[in-house]
């Protein structure tokens, strides 16, 4: 199957998260919902991952993330952040 790497930025109550997911180049999981919404997977893996603490702190880089489903407020295309509508 071939893939893709998109990059996503996670929020937790505590910390701000920015990696990359690896999704399906097309069909069944191709969409960052599609994975975010898959009840069989408890955890998400990032790589190249930045992780900023919500109240202030150094911010660590990590090659490699996992990340229990269950702590994600929210989730977007990292792409999205950097261009506000207007």
Excluded at 29 to 47: H, I, P, Y
Aim: glycine share 6%; no cysteine; net charge negative.
């Amino acid at each position: 199957m071939d893939h893709r790497q998109e990059r996503v930025q996670i929020e937790t109550e505590r910390h701000r998260i920015e990696g990359s997911l690896t999704l399906a180049r097309d069909g069944y999981r191709s969409r960052v919902s599609d994975v975010l919404n898959a009840s069989e997977r408890d955890f998400l893996t990032l790589t190249e991952v930045t992780v900023e603490p919500l109240d202030g702190g150094p911010v660590e880089l990590h090659p490699y993330l996992t990340l229990a489903r269950r702590h994600i407020v929210f989730a977007i295309a990292a792409s999205a952040s950097d261009t506000p509508e207007g």
